[in-house]
């Protein structure tokens, strides 16, 4: 607290306080992002400098031979491939269906409603892996292990409690004035869905679409156990990429940056609308 000359006292932190909060900050920022840089360090440098005893905080010999190994493995493309068409399944599903839900639950009233609700957030706190033996045991009755399908819809399982929550509370945050005006002016309600309630929707869906992309795309324990490696994510890849004679930290690294590109190049698509979907639905729910 600090009293100026013109008699308004102002209050915040002594600057003491101020340099020990900035000092905390910028230590806890190193210590996060030092991983990442550590996996860029190791990326580019040759074998001999990644198992070399002393470490180098920067490539003495620059090289791009890393990457060109992942890429050149057999099951690196592929696994991309696999990766980005689960993750694609999955979120559409996702959204669609969760979209759909949410819209029943926000919009209309009916019996057992406030159960539905209560359920949704009672699955959240279940771990999934507790359900990965049941899952895995339907799933082969189903003839649908080893398979893109099977994992999609095990995702769209994992990503719907989450989905139908949050879109919830985006729709709940537009006024049902606007559907019953519109209905005045002679729309009908499917009319109202798609001018109005989709529309006002976007960013909710933007900013739960890419919640769904980051789960679905690091996933690995499901797909792991699922579906063999020839059919399987870069999650998996990554761990393949291990061997009983050690392990190629080099292209392991490079694979993982390849790995992150995807999410990173997503979010850079849809960027501009993820913060006012992560605020629109945080008033009203």
């Known amino acids: 607290m600090a009293r100026h000359d013109d008699g308004v006292v102002t209050v ?8 020990f909060a900035n000092t905390t900050g910028i230590v806890f920022g190193l210590v996060m992002i030092f991983p990442v840089y550590w996996v860029l360090n190791t990326a580019f440098k040759p074998d001999s400098e990644v198992r070399s005893f002393t470490p180098t905080f920067f490539p003495n010999d620059f090289t791009l031979d ?14 991309m491939i696999n ?3 689960i993750t694609a399944m999955a979120v559409a599903a996702a959204l669609v ?24 957030l009672a699955v959240q706190l279940v771990p999934f892996l507790a359900l990965l033996i049941p899952l895995f ?65 976007g960013p909710g869906l933007v900013a739960t679409s890419v919640y769904g992309f980051i789960q ?45 590109i995807p999410v990173v190049v997503f979010f850079l698509i849809i960027q501009r609308n993820i913060a006012t979907g992560l605020t629109a639905g945080a008033v009203k729910g």
């Open 216 to 260: 679905a795309w690091n996933e690995f324990i499901i797909i792991n156990t699922l579906n063999n490696p020839q059919k399987q994510n870069l999650m998996a890849w990554l761990l393949y990429n291990q061997t009983e004679r050690g392990t190629a930290w080099g292209p392991l690294m490079a694979g993982a940056i390849i790995t992150s």
């Open 12 to 19: 915040g932190r002594s600057r003491i306080g101020t340099f």
């Open 137 to 201: 045991l339907m799933l082969q009755g189903a003839n649908l292990t080893n398979s893109l399908v099977g994992v999609a819809l095990v995702y769209l399982v994992l990503l719907l409690p989450y989905t139908v929550w949050t879109l919830r509370g985006f729709i709940s945050g537009i006024p049902r004035e606007l559907d019953e005006a519109a209905m005045i002016d002679g729309c009908t309600r499917a009319q109202v869905f798609w001018r109005i309630i989709l529309p006002l929707t």
């Open 97 to 120: 269906v969760g979209f759909l839900a949410a819209l029943a639950i926000a919009r209309f009233s009916f019996y057992g409603r406030k159960a539905i609700i209560l359920i949704i």
């Open 66 to 79: 890393n990457f060109r190994s992942a890429l050149g493995e057999e099951l690196f493309i592929p696994s």
């Open 83 to 85: 990766g980005l068409i």
